[in-house]
T-cell receptor, first 116, second 114 residues
Framework: AQKVTQAQTEISVVEKEDVTLDCVYETRDTTYYLFWYKQPPSGELVFLIRRNSFDEQNEISGRYSWNFQKSTSSFNFTITASQVVDSAVYFCALSELNSGYSTLTFGKGTMLLVSP | NAGVTQTPKFRVLKTGQSMTLLCAQDMNHEYMYWYRQDPGMGLRLIHYSVGEGTTAKGEVPDGYNVSRLKKQNFLLGLESAAPSQTSVYFC?????????????FGAGTRLSVL
């Protein structure tokens, strides 16, 4: 069975602080994909990044960066110089093959509150 | 550029009533999904479809039925609503089922069952 753990339920920071959201996963698959989604207060889920199990290079996109470490089964997400607009719930997800078709298993999410 | 559209956005039901949630996508995606989101639980898969005319059970299928009569539409039905089905429901679609494909989500339907 696959599992995604986001141990941080809620994080509060002050604007301009850096913040890291943790994601730990469990899987028996050798090939898998990991995702991060953002859910702002408006409610929709927005895709942020996808990473496959064979690519352990860190990725940076503006103020966002992701650290994938297969050895520790972690896929952590860092926001540098946080802004109020970063306030949202962030979900980590793992793709899973289920009867030949892939489905996503989500973590429970981390609520990030950025105050001015 | 609609993407995934869910109707209605909000609904209040009484216990025992029935209703259907509609999901429509205009991206010609083969695969569609229904999730529910509950506080502290993340998103859990209810049912999914790998193509027109097909459906399959997800993690929490009990109390729900689905149909995929047209490729672009995926309907979620509650035959006899229960308070435990109070939740936010999300529909998603993806180009195919292989593991790397991104799922695109609708804006959600907030359902309250009294």
């Amino acid at each position: 069975a696959q599992k995604v753990t986001q141990a941080q339920t809620e994080i509060s920071v002050v604007e301009k602080e850096d913040v890291t959201l943790d994601c730990v996963y469990e899987t028996r698959d050798t090939t898998y994909y990991l995702f991060w989604y953002k859910q702002p207060p408006s409610g929709e889920l927005v895709f942020l990044i996808r990473r496959n199990s064979f690519d352990e290079q860190n990725e940076i996109s503006g103020r966002y960066s992701w650290n994938f470490q297969k050895s520790t089964s972690s896929f952590n997400f860092t926001i540098t110089a946080s802004q109020v607009v970063d306030s949202a719930v962030y979900f980590c997800a793992l793709s899973e093959l289920n009867s030949g078709y892939s489905t996503l298993t989500f973590g429970k999410g981390t609520m990030l509150l950025v105050s001015p | 550029n609609a993407g995934v559209t869910q109707t209605p956005k909000f609904r209040v039901l009484k216990t025992g009533q029935s209703m259907t949630l509609l999901c429509a996508q205009d991206m010609n995606h083969e695969y569609m999904y229904w999730y529910r989101q509950d506080p502290g639980m993340g998103l859990r898969l209810i049912h999914y479809s790998v193509g027109e005319g097909t459906t399959a059970k997800g993690e929490v299928p009990d109390g729900y039925n689905v149909s995929r009569l047209k490729k672009q539409n995926f309907l979620l039905g509650l035959e006899s609503a229960a308070p435990s089905q109070t939740s936010v429901y999300f529909c998603a679609s993806s180009y195919s089922s292989i593991a790397k494909n991104i799922q695109y989500f609708g804006a959600g339907t907030r359902l309250s069952v009294l």
